[in-house]
């Protein structure tokens, strides 16, 4: 079982997109089930809505999964099994108070090391934490060997005791914190191996202690994507408009090229230009660049100029509003100008709209209106502009001028001979 388990806390970045698709991926090569668990624990930041926006996301990329969990249906597990650790002494009652704990916090801030928690609570007396009324945490014991784990990217990581002090599992309220949640979830689930970006590292052997210390058995795998960076070098954030999923498609990208890209990034693949499916047959999780991967707007809309190009003539032209296969065609011709659904609409709609001529050709323009107006269907564009220039009188610049404005309301773009074959059959509609 693999799982993708997104916060309801803001739009969707394109790291935990990376983060769906890798999962979506290897849950197909290992034929095992891919689940979606929505971490909404943290109450206060959770947003409304957001978790039915990350599953129509991820329906929009056709990542398929077999379940949605709520991380807090599982709350009375998580209470359940920090009870049998405390029962077991694997965890203990502590009662620092917030304003000790960042008092210790500050000072090993000015000596200049890690803080780590001083356990003063990890052995008080039985009777004493029964009849204290004080509000309190539940930590869990740190550990006492070396915590190995197998990253299909970074190879084995260990990490030493003092790497993991004696954490808070329960909260002040009785909830649990991210790193319990998480660990128990895994657990419950029967997780194989667990895709994430690098930014979690720190919590694999907190989550790794907490599987052990509940007598859990079986290692989960790993893989620690590296980070995603912007033009600057340095981690994309959400002051990155193109970190968002919502504004790429807003933008005009395809879900499938965007996919195409995520997956191409820090990775070898066999081609530049593939589907989802496609890579299926040969993602290799091991083959992911240690090095974090920079994200490059001009090589996705590249990419997605690609994905265009290769789509059927008549859905090519429902992203410009149309469902006309001659339509799609002249959309094509106008992909050699435009990256993006919404740049191509752009080149589009003023094919259709009310045309804002020049000054300069505003009279011939004019007259050549008139004379397309009352002229007979002709199949040829040869056919056609020499019955407009021999019935309007135009020639040379006064003539292909007004008749380029005209026709597609910009005074520069594709070959007007190429664009009438698609739009000969438009021409009532486009002289108004």
């Given at each position: 079982?693999?799982?993708?388990?997104?916060?309801?806390?803001?739009?969707?970045?394109?790291?935990?997109?990376?983060?769906?698709?890798?999962n979506?991926?290897?849950?197909?090569?290992?034929?095992?089930?891919?689940?979606?668990?929505?971490?909404?624990?943290?109450?206060?930041?959770?947003?409304?809505?957001?978790?039915?926006?990350?599953?129509?996301?991820?329906?929009?990329?056709?990542?398929?999964?077999?379940?949605?969990?709520?991380?807090?249906?599982?709350?009375?597990?998580?209470?359940?099994?920090?009870?049998?650790?405390?029962?077991?002494?694997?965890?203990?009652?502590?009662?620092?108070?917030?304003?000790?704990?960042?008092?210790?916090?500050?000072?090993?801030?000015?000596?200049?090391?890690?803080?780590?928690?001083?356990?003063?609570?990890?052995?008080?007396?039985?009777?004493?934490?029964?009849?204290?009324?004080?509000?309190?945490?539940?930590?869990?014991?740190?550990?006492?060997?070396?915590?190995?784990?197998?990253?299909?990217?970074?190879?084995?990581?260990?990490?030493?005791?003092?790497?993991?002090?004696?954490?808070?599992?329960?909260?002040q309220?009785?909830?649990?914190?991210?790193?319990?949640?998480?660990?128990?979830?895994?657990?419950?689930?029967?997780?194989?191996?667990?895709?994430?970006?690098?930014?979690?590292?720190?919590?694999?052997?907190?989550?790794?202690?907490?599987?052990?210390?509940?007598?859990?058995?079986?290692?989960?795998?790993?893989?620690?994507?590296?980070?995603?960076?912007?033009?600057?070098?340095?981690?994309?954030?959400?002051?990155?408009?193109?970190?968002?999923?919502?504004?790429?498609?807003?933008e005009?990208?395809?879900?499938?090229?965007?996919?195409?890209?995520?997956?191409l990034?820090?990775?070898?693949?066999?081609?530049?230009?593939?589907?989802?499916?496609?890579?299926?047959?040969?993602?290799?999780?091991?083959?992911?660049?240690?090095?974090?991967?920079?994200?490059?707007?001009?090589?996705?809309?590249?990419?997605?100029?690609?994905?265009?190009?290769?789509?059927?003539?008549?859905?090519?032209?429902?992203?410009?509003?149309?469902?006309?296969?001659?339509?799609?065609?002249?959309?094509?011709?106008?992909?050699e100008e435009a990256?993006?659904?919404?740049?191509?609409?752009?080149?589009?709609?003023?094919?259709?709209?009310?045309?804002e001529?020049?000054?300069?050709?505003?009279?011939?323009?004019?007259?050549?209106a008139?004379?397309?107006?009352?002229?007979?269907?002709f199949?040829?564009?040869?056919?056609?502009?020499?019955?407009i220039?021999?019935?309007?009188?135009?020639?040379?610049?006064?003539?292909f001028?007004?008749?380029?404005?005209?026709?597609?309301?910009?005074?520069?773009?594709?070959?007007?001979?190429?664009?009438?074959?698609?739009?000969?059959?438009?021409?009532?509609?486009?002289?108004?």
């Amino acid at each position: 079982m693999l799982r993708f388990a997104p916060s309801p806390t803001g739009d969707m970045h394109i790291g935990n997109l990376r983060v769906a698709l890798f999962n979506y991926i290897v849950s197909q090569q290992k034929k095992e089930d891919l689940i979606v668990r929505i971490e909404d624990t943290d109450k206060e930041r959770n947003i409304e809505g957001k978790d039915q926006e990350i599953l129509d996301i991820l329906g929009l990329f056709d990542i398929k999964y077999s379940q949605v969990i709520h991380q807090s249906q599982n709350f009375r597990f998580h209470s359940a099994m920090a009870l049998q650790l405390v029962h077991e002494k694997k965890a203990f009652a502590c009662f620092c108070s917030p304003e000790w704990l960042e008092k210790k916090r500050e000072e090993a801030k000015e000596a200049k090391k890690p803080y780590r928690y001083d356990d003063a609570c990890a052995e008080l007396p039985h009777e004493l934490v029964i009849d204290n009324m004080n509000p309190f945490t539940i930590r869990i014991k740190r550990p006492t060997e070396n915590i190995t784990i197998k990253d299909y990217i970074k190879g084995e990581v260990t990490f030493k005791p003092e790497d993991v002090d004696s954490f808070i599992i329960m909260r002040q309220d009785k909830t649990p914190t991210y790193n319990f949640a998480c660990a128990v979830d895994d657990m419950l689930s029967d997780i194989s191996i667990v895709i994430r970006g690098e930014d979690h590292m720190s919590n694999t052997p907190k989550q790794d202690h907490i599987r052990t210390s509940l007598n859990y058995d079986k290692k989960i795998e790993y893989a620690h994507l590296p980070i995603i960076l912007n033009d600057d070098g340095k981690k994309m954030s959400k002051r990155d408009d193109a970190s968002s999923v919502k504004w790429l498609l807003e933008e005009g990208y395809l879900p499938s090229a965007i996919a195409n890209y995520l997956i191409l990034i820090g990775n070898k693949t066999p081609k530049e230009i593939f589907t989802l499916q496609e890579a299926i047959e040969w993602f290799d999780l091991s083959a992911i660049s240690k090095s974090p991967a920079r994200f490059d707007i001009n090589m996705l809309k590249h990419i997605n100029k690609k994905h265009l190009k290769n789509l059927d003539a008549k859905e090519l032209s429902r992203y410009v509003g149309f469902a006309d296969a001659e339509i799609g065609e002249l959309a094509r011709i106008y992909l050699e100008e435009a990256g993006t659904t919404k740049e191509l609409k752009s080149k589009i709609a003023p094919i259709f709209a009310k045309k804002e001529i020049p000054e300069e050709f505003a009279e011939s323009a004019k007259i050549m209106a008139e004379t397309i107006k009352n002229a007979p269907y002709f199949e040829e564009y040869d056919d056609f502009k020499n019955y407009i220039m021999k019935e309007s009188g135009l020639k040379g610049k006064n003539f292909f001028k007004p008749l380029r404005y005209l026709l597609t309301g910009a005074g520069h773009g594709p070959d007007v001979a190429e664009i009438y074959k698609y739009l000969k059959n438009y021409i009532g509609a486009i002289i108004k």
